[in-house]
């Protein structure tokens, strides 16, 4: 089970709400200690995604009583053996889909008493930041329940990916069509279960409640040039208040970082499924330029990643005090 950090008692009036089920082993521990800027990758059997004590994702400081839910989809490094089987790519090609060491970087966040949902399994494998739906009906042998295609799809990053960042294919047959629900169930509904759960329990503690979705982007665009430290995305003002979004802007130029709002990264579907300017449940996606932590395309740089370590610590102590107050 994953430690959990809480900094304050919970109130002795809290509102009923079902606990989340707190789960994890150390297959793919949290590695905001790890000696290995490298981050190898884990790969995992079936025996092991069987087990009912493994869960697919990390949860810090479920219980406690904070506005602020943060949300780590694309960090995992973990690789089911069923799909390196089906998979004509190397596991290192696979990895440029990571959002690479983004779990490194929040132990100081998390000691703040903000929940954080890690998912430890790779997005290679399965995007929780893609509707259930956003399937590729050409991937598989047999029917299944996919939408008209989105952009991501005909990109060829929908729910299971298609390509590899490099936008080499990643199966080169077609996979059964019982692929996807088995994956949905072992990464996508638990994911989502838990960040209702925890974004509910924020509202009903607080009235209101901000899901942070924490990203990674390369340093330079594809005309190679180069991306502010962050960008925030509130589908163009539609998951945040504006209020928020302006001291938000404020806090982190005050840190001394560079920052943009909304192009090229808008907000994926978690940010859009989960968040309304307009209601008690509100969301932003937050990029992090790869520059200000890693040293290389596949290193963590050990000196800025403890900068920035701080930063996104401070960031979580602002956003809590934040939504507080705007609740």
């Known amino acids: 089970m994953s430690e959990s950090f809480v900094t304050e008692p919970l109130p002795v009036e809290a509102p009923e709400t079902p606990a989340p089920s707190l789960r994890a082993t150390p297959a793919a ?6 000696p290995d800027a490298a981050l190898p990758p884990v790969i995992i059997s079936e025996t092991m995604i ?13 219980g406690a009583a904070s506005p602020v839910v943060v949300s780590c989809p694309h960090a995992g490094r973990t690789y ?15 990895r440029g889909l990571e959002d690479f060491g983004v779990d490194c970087l929040l132990p100081e966040l998390i000691a703040t008493g903000i929940p954080t949902v890690i998912n430890r399994v790779a997005r290679a494998y399965l995007d929780v930041n893609r509707a259930e739906t956003a399937l590729d009906r050409t991937m598989f042998a047999g029917d299944v329940a996919a939408a008209p295609p989105c952009h991501h799809v005909r990109a060829g990053y929908g729910l299971i990916p298609k390509l590899t960042a490099g936008r080499k294919p990643i199966y080169t047959k077609a996979l059964p069509s019982t692929e ?4 949905l169930e072992f990464v996508y509904r638990p994911y989502h279960e838990m960040l209702t759960r925890l974004l509910d329990s924020a509202v009903a503690w607080h009235g209101a409640g901000l899901l942070v979705d924490l990203h990674s982007m390369p340093a330079y665009d594809r005309l190679n040039n180069r991306l502010p430290d962050i960008i925030c995305g509130d589908a163009h003002g539609s998951t945040l208040d504006s209020a928020t979004a302006s001291a938000l802007t404020r806090f982190l130029q005050d840190c001394g970082l560079s920052v943009s709002w909304n192009h090229p990264y808008a907000g994926g579907f978690i940010t859009r499924a989960y968040g309304d300017s307009r209601g008690p449940r509100q969301t932003v996606q937050i990029e992090l330029n790869r520059a200000l932590y890693m040293d290389g395309p596949a290193r963590l740089d050990p000196v800025r990643a403890a900068t920035l370590r701080g930063q996104i610590g401070a960031l ?8 507080r107050v705007a609740a």
Not at 29 to 34: D, F, L, T
Not at 50 to 62: E, G, H
Not at 80 to 94: G, I, K, Y
């Open 29 to 34: 521990p949290n590695a905001g200690s790890r």
């Open 50 to 62: 069987a087990d009912p004590d493994y869960a697919s994702f990390d949860i810090y400081a479920a």
């Open 80 to 94: 089911p053996a069923s799909m390196m089987d089906c998979a004509t790519q190397p596991v290192e090609a696979l």
């Open 180 to 183: 996807v629900s088995a994956r």
């Open 316 to 323: 979580g102590r602002f956003l809590a005090e934040t939504a």
